[in-house]
């Protein structure tokens, strides 16, 4: 049969997205799960690269949920490639309701990750340094902006930015705010608030849908309408 495993992967070779969510509906209505969740890697990589961050998001947090509807376990592929997603869609987020310093943690987060968004790298490495400095994560800041000077980054950098990043880098400053630490939801060692793997226990830890932060045993909530865990003291202020 043509949807076979073995079709998926000529898909794949092919790079054709249309022809793979065509291949992602019918997986879907056949109810072949573990089959769909690869080809919404493929669909959500395709749509990284070409820089569409909300279409990858909306695929593989779709297929996250059928997943856990019915009880499979969810690819560690999968679950990295979203929560970098997700995590550099609430950048917006805080910008605009002023957290800088979350907007900044953030973006960390996902500069370190900077390969997986490569359409828009000069842009993102600079709002990091922009929100790092901004923030007081001045030793961050300078990393990443020796990081936008190096020559295959350089000629991207915007105008606008480009004397102040020059700076950062000429004249570095290496003072960082401590971040600050909350216990494992599953072991109670304390390890820093963005960390989303505990050292102690060695468990992948389930984050804050609104804030990227591993979750508390005694903050916890669930979205009602998605039922993703989110910190309740946070949430309340996004209702």
Known sequence: QWYQPEYREAVVSTQSTGAARYLFNLYMSLKQYREAARTAIIIAKEDQTCGSYRAGHDVLFDMYQKLLQQGIKIPTEM?????LLHSYILVKTHVKRNNHMRAARLLIRVANSISKFPSHI????????VEC???????SAFSFAAML???EYRSSIDPKWKKKIEQIVRKPD?????????????CGALLPQMTLECGECKNYLPYCIVTGRHMLKEDWSECPH?????????????L
């Open 79 to 83: 679950a990295h490639n979203l929560m």
């Open 122 to 129: 000069a842009q993102i490495l600079t709002s990091t340094v």
């Open 133 to 139: 400095y901004r923030s007081g994560l001045r030793a």
């Open 149 to 151: 000077l190096r020559p």
């Open 174 to 186: 290496k003072s960082e705010e401590e971040e600050g630490e909350d216990p494992c939801p599953q």
């Open 226 to 238: 998605c039922t993703w865990p989110a910190l309740y003291s946070e949430f309340q202020s996004f």
